[in-house]
C-alpha cells in the first residue's frame, strides 16, 4: 500500500484530539483496562491540566507500567548507584540508566553488555517469546553504538518431568538458536535449571555482549534543533500490544481485527540487516542518538529521545510505516513490533543516511524533528493527539514504597536443616553408596550435561569465542592483534534466595564473580536481572528488598559496579511466586585471552597435581545433593567476600604466570560434581583422596564430596609449577590441599579408599538425561 | 586492521607479506555471517581477502571465491533460493563455467546457494533429527584434486565445524551413484551422520575440481584457540589449497 493510500485509511479514524480533550473532560477512559490505578490515572490528569487523549493514555500506561518505570523498585534499586567507590567508578563510562553500561577495557576500546528477562512471553509462546527476547537485548547493544559480539540464556524451566516443560523447553530453545544463530552471534554460556516453582512461570533471561571504540559510543538522546527524528527497520505491526483492543472505541470501523497476539514475532533477519545497516551509520557519523524499540514501542522512544535532548520533538504519526493500515494511533504508539529503531539525524546527512537505508533494502520514514519546545508533540494528519511535557512520560512515573516485612514462616524454613531431616537421614558413607551418589548426582536434572541445549547454538562464528558452555565463563576475544578480551558468566540460585534473600543474592553474585576469575579474567562490572513474584505481596517485596541490599553491599566489597539491568516482577503462578532468582551477570577482562584457563584437564596433562583452594564447611542446606532428595530448609552456604576476592586474585594470577592449566569452581554439587566434569571435559581420569582435606576441615567423605561451601575451586598444576603455586597460596594465607594427579591412562575418576568411577559410566548418566525427556 | 579501527564493518585489509599476492572474494548477502570469518581465514593462508557485495556485478579480478555461511536472506523460501538471482552470483556461475575456471567454495549457505545456482547437483533440506546443530565433526577427504582439497591426504580425517539447521544433503540416486564413482564426493562424514545426508555426503566436487560445496565450516577451524575443541586448525587447508592451485595450477 503506498502511503498516500495509507493516510486515506487513517483519516477514517475520528480522532481523539487534544483539542477534543480539553472540551470533554467528562469522557470515560479506559485506564484500568491499561492497568493504571485510580492514583496513577489522577497523577496523569493533574499532570496534564486536562483529560488525557486517548493516544496520551496509551503512552502513559505503558510507560508507567511497572515494566518501563521499575515503580515498585526503584526506591531499592537507588542502592547500586549509592554503594559505589571512587575505585568502581573509574572503567565506568556509561552507568545505569542508559540502554546499556558501557566499561572501559583500554586501548581505546569499551564493552557493553545487559541481560534482560523475557519471561511471560516465553510461557505464552516460547519459541516468539524467547526469540524476542534474544532480539531486544541485542537491540540495546546496537543502541549503545557497539557491535553484538556475543549472547548467553540462562534459563528456569518447571520440573523436568512434567508435561509442560517440554513444550516451554522446546520452543525456548529453538527460539534462542533460531534468532540468536541468524544474527551470527556466537551464544557462550547460560544456565539451566530445572525446579516446579517455575512451572507456570519460566525465567528466560537474555544477555548480549558488544564492543566497540571509545568514540563510537552512542547515547539515547535527541539534541539539536531542526535535527530529523527517523524511524527505520521493520514496519509497525499490530503484534505485542498489550490490552489493544480496549482502544478500539477509538474507531469508527468495525471490521478491523481486533484480537492481536500480545507476544511479538520476531524476524531476526531483518535483525541481522538491522545490525550491519545501524554500524554503518555509526562509522560514518551519521546519527546524532539513537534508540531502540522495546517495550512500549514509539511511546517509549519518542519520550525518552526528547526528554534525554533538548527536551521536545514533534512527530506526524501517520508517517509511520504500517504493516496493518487499521491500525489506531495509540496502537502505534504502543506497538511493540519488533526490529525497529528511532535515530536523529542532522539535515545535512539525510542524503547519507538514505543511501545506508538503500544499500541494505532498510525502509524508512521521517517522522518530524527535534524542537526545543520542551513538549512532545504527536500529530495524526495534522491535527495534535499528544501534548505532553516527555520526562513526565518517560521519568517521572509514580513511585511506591511498597510495605514489606520478613515472611512469618522464614524462621520455621531456616531451622529445617538437612541432615536434621527425615530426608537427610541415611546418608551415603560407603565408597559404593558415595559413588551411587555421585552418578545419581550428576544425572539428575540441573547438573546433568547441558550439550542438548548448547548444541543448538552456534558458539563458534566470529572466530572469537575462546571458551564457552561448559567451561565456567564464555571467553571473546575482543583486539585480534593484542589478543585482548572479556569474559562472561551468569549465576544465580533460587533455592539459596529463597532460604535468604540477602545472601542468597550475594552468593549469585559470588560464584559469578569466581566463574569469570577461575576463567582468568579480572572481574570488572556487574549486570543483574531481578526475578521475583508480585511487588503486592509483602513477602516477596521483602526478599527483593533484601537483595537488592545484600547484592549492592557485596557489589561494593568486591568492587565491581552494577552498569544496568532489570527487574522482573510478577513471576508466580496463581498467588505462589516463584523462588526469588536473582541473576547476576559478571564481566571480566583478559589482557590476554590467550591466558584463559578451560575447566578441565587434556590427557596432555598427565601427572600434573590437583590442589583444592578453600575450606570446606557441613553446608547441605540449599545443596543440589539435599535438591535431589526433595528436602530445602535450613540456611545457605556462608558468604566470604574476602576469601572471594583472595581466591580470586589466586586464579587470575595463577593463570597470568602459566602456573595452571585448568580450573573449575566450586558451586552447586560441590567437589563431586567439580571433579566429575573437569574429568569428562576432555575425558581423561584422574585419582584423589580425601583423607588430608577431611582431616584438615574435619569433615567426613560425605560432606567433602558434596558439601556446597564457597569460595572453593580445584586446579590442576603442572608438577614444575606446584612449588611456586603452593608459596602463592600460603603467601596470600589461603587454604590449599593436595588432592592426587591427573591420570590420562585410567579413564576413571578414582577416589582413594571410596570408589573408582569408570568415565564412560558416568558420562552415559550424565548425557542421558536431557535427551530422555526431550529427544 | 589498524589497531585503533573497529571492526565494525568486516576488515578486508591485506597482512604486509601475502605469499602469493592471490586475491580471493568473499560474497557478502543479506544475512551472510561468517564473511568476516571467511576473510580471516584467507588471510591466514596468505592471501589478500576482497569483499564481494552481492548487489554488484563484478569480481573486482579475484583469483578465486568464497561464498560463506550465513542466512542469506533468512533463508526465507529455502536456503539459497533467492541469493542465486543476485548479480555477483550470474558473474561467479559465468566465472566458475568459463575456461579460466575459477575456483570457488561454497561452505553451508555458500553450498545450498551454489546448488540452487546449478553449479552443484542436488539440494539440502533440514536435518532429519529437526533441530539445529553444532559440533566438532570428523571429516573424511575423498578427493585431494581439487582446487580446494590439494593440501589434505587422501582418505585424511580432519575435524571441523559443523553447524547448520538445514544440512541434510539429498539427491536422486542416480546422481549420488554418479558423484560416488566419478569421485566427486570431496568430503564425508566419518562416525556418526549428522544430518541424515545421503551417503554421508558432507562436501562435493564439481567435474573440473574447481567448485566445491560442503556444509561444515573449515573457516572455524584455522585459528589455534579459537577452532574445534578450542584447538584445532584442520579447516586452514581449504584456503592453502586453492592458494597452491592458483600458483602451481591444477593439480
Known sequence: ?775 | MSATELPLIGDYSTPAAALSGARIGVVTFPGTLDDRDAARAIRMAGAEAVSLWHGDADLSNVDAVVIPGGFSYGDYLRAGAIARFAPMMSKIVDAANSDAKLPVLGICNGFQILTESHLLPGSMIKNDHLKFLCRDQVLRVENNTTAWSNQYAQGEEITIVLKNQDGQYVADEKTLDALEAEGRVAFSYVGWNPNGSRRNIAGITNAAGNVVGLMPHPEHAVEAGFGPDHTGTDGLGFFTSVLTHLVGGQK
Not at chain 1, 523475557?118 to 543502541?143: C, F, K, L, W
Not at chain 1, 530453545?173 to 556466537?186: D, E, K, M, Q, R
Not at chain 1, 521475583?532 to 559496579?561: H, K, N, T, Y
Open chain 1, 1 to 775: 500500500m503506498s502511503a498516500a493510500e495509507q493516510s486515506t485509511q487513517q483519516k477514517k479514524f475520528n480522532m481523539d484530539t487534544v483539542a477534543n480533550a480539553a472540551v470533554t473532560p467528562d469522557t470515560e477512559l479506559p485506564w484500568a483496562e491499561l492497568g493504571l490505578k485510580q492514583n496513577e490515572f489522577d497523577e496523569v490528569v493533574k499532570v496534564l491540566g486536562r483529560r488525557p487523549t486517548a493516544a496520551e493514555l496509551a503512552m502513559y500506561s505503558v510507560m508507567w507500567s511497572e515494566h518501563c518505570s521499575y515503580k515498585s523498585s526503584k526506591n531499592h534499586l537507588r542502592q547500586f548507584g549509592d554503594k559505589v567507590s571512587e575505585e568502581m567508578k573509574k572503567d565506568m563510562l556509561v552507568g545505569i540508566g542508559e540502554n546499556a553500561g558501557v566499561t572501559n577495557l583500554g586501548d581505546g576500546w569499551a564493552v557493553t553488555f545487559k541481560i534482560e528477562s523475557h519471561n511471560s512471553p516465553t510461557m505464552i509462546e516460547p519459541y516468539q517469546g524467547a526469540a524476542t527476547g534474544i532480539g531486544g537485548i541485542v537491540r540495546d547493544i546496537i543502541s549503545m553504538g557497539a557491535r553484538p559480539v556475543a549472547v548467553m540464556d540462562p534459563l528456569r524451566f518447571g520440573a523436568i518431568d512434567h508435561p509442560d516443560t517440554a513444550r516451554v523447553i522446546h520452543g525456548a530453545v529453538a527460539g534462542i538458536g533460531g534468532y540468536g544463530n541468524s544474527l551470527g552471534l556466537p551464544n557462550i554460556g547460560g544456565e539451566m535449571v530445572f525446579d516446579s516453582v517455575y512451572q507456570g512461570n519460566p525465567l528466560v533471561n537474555a544477555l548480549a555482549v558488544g564492543v566497540m571504540r571509545h568514540e563510537d559510543i552512542r547515547l539515547a538522546n535527541a539534541s539539536g534543533k531542526g535535527n530529523k527524528v527517523v524511524l527505520f527497520g521493520a514496519r509497525t505491526g499490530g503484534d505485542g500490544i498489550g490490552g489493544a483492543s480496549i482502544l478500539s472505541s477509538e474507531s469508527f470501523d468495525d471490521t478491523k481485527p481486533s484480537k492481536r497476539p500480545a507476544v511479538q514475532v520476531g524476524d531476526p533477519f531483518a535483525e541481522k540487516v538491522l545490525i550491519e545497516c545501524c554500524l554503518e551509520l555509526f562509522k560514518g557519523s551519521l546519527v546524532e542518538g539513537i534508540q531502540d524499540l522495546g517495550a512500549a514501542g514509539i511511546s517509549c522512544a519518542t519520550s525518552e529521545l526528547a526528554s534525554n535532548g533538548d527536551g521536545g520533538m514533534e512527530v506526524e504519526l501517520t508517517s509511520v510505516l504500517l504493516r496493518d493500515p487499521t491500525l489506531t494511533p495509540g496502537e502505534i504508539l504502543m506497538s511493540e513490533s519488533q526490529e525497529r529503531m528511532m535515530a536523529v539525524v542532522s539535515p545535512e546527512n539525510i542524503e547519507a543516511f538514505e543511501a545506508t537505508m538503500d544499500k541494505w533494502a532498510v525502509e524508512y520514514s521521517w517522522l518530524g524533528e527535534v524542537t526545543d519546545t520542551g513538549r512532545l508533540i504527536i500529530k495524526w494528519d495534522g491535527e495534535v493527539i499528544v501534548d505532553v511535557d516527555p520526562r513526565t512520560v518517560a521519568h517521572d512515573g509514580p513511585l511506591y514504597d511498597r510495605p514489606y516485612a520478613r515472611p512469618e514462616w522464614q524462621d520455621a524454613l531456616q531451622a529445617d536443616t538437612f541432615k536434621s531431616s527425615e530426608a537427610g537421614a541415611n546418608l551415603p558413607s560407603t565408597g559404593a553408596e558415595l559413588k551411587a551418589a555421585l552418578v545419581e548426582l550428576m544425572a539428575s536434572p540441573n547438573m546433568c550435561d547441558k550439550s542438548w541445549i548448547t548444541n543448538q547454538y552456534d558458539r563458534y562464528v566470529g572466530g572469537n569465542t575462546a571458551l564457552a558452555s561448559p567451561d565456567d565463563a564464555g571467553v571473546i576475544r575482543v583486539d585480534e592483534k593484542t589478543g585482548m578480551g572479556v569474559a562472561l558468566a551468569t549465576d544465580a540460585n533460587g533455592r539459596y534466595t529463597f532460604l535468604d534473600p540477602y545472601h542468597g543474592a550475594q552468593l549469585a553474585l559470588a560464584e559469578a564473580y569466581r566463574n569469570v576469575a577461575t576463567s582468568g579474567a579480572v572481574p570488572m562490572a556487574v549486570s543483574d536481572c531481578l526475578n521475583f513474584g508480585s511487588p503486592e505481596d509483602s513477602d516477596v517485596m521483602w526478599q527483593l528488598a533484601e537483595a537488592i541490599r545484600g547484592l549492592s553491599d557485596a557489589c561494593l566489597v568486591l568492587g565491581v559496579p552494577v552498569t544496568g539491568g532489570n527487574v522482573s516482577l510478577y513471576n508466580q503462578t496463581g498467588s505462589t511466586p516463584i523462588h526469588p532468582t536473582p541473576v547476576v551477570a559478571m564481566l571480566g577482562k583478559f589482557d590476554d585471552v590467550d591466558r584463559r584457563t578451560p575447566s578441565g584437564w587434556r590427557a596432555d596433562a598427565d601427572g600434573q597435581a590437583l590442589y583444592l583452594l578453600g575450606t570446606t564447611f557441613d553446608e547441605l542446606d540449599g545443596s543440589e545433593f539435599a535438591n535431589i532428595r526433595g528436602h530445602l530448609g535450613g540456611l545457605p552456604p556462608k558468604v566470604d567476600l574476602a576469601a572471594e576476592k583472595t581466591l580470586g586474585a589466586i586464579l587470575i594470577n595463577a593463570s597470568r604466570d602459566g602456573m595452571i592449566d585448568s580450573a573449575h569452581d566450586l558451586s552447586e554439587g560441590g567437589l563431586g560434581a567439580a571433579l566429575g566434569e573437569m574429568a569428562l571435559r576432555f575425558g581423561v581420569g584422574a585419582r584423589v583422596a580425601l583423607d588430608d582435606l577431611c582431616e584438615r576441615d574435619g569433615v567426613d567423605a560425605f560432606t567433602a564430596l558434596f558439601s556446597e561451601s564457597q569460595a572453593r575451586a580445584v586446579v590442576a598444576v603442572p608438577r614444575s609449577e606446584e612449588v611456586r603455586f603452593n608459596d602463592m597460596a600460603t603467601a596470600r594465607q589461603f587454604p590449599v590441599v593436595r588432592l592426587g594427579v591427573v591420570d590420562a591412562a585410567s579413564n576413571s575418576l578414582e577416589v582413594q579408599g571410596q570408589f573408582d568411577l569408570d568415565l564412560n559410566e558416568l558420562r552415559e548418566a550424565h548425557e542421558a538425561t536431557l535427551p530422555k525427556y526431550f529427544g
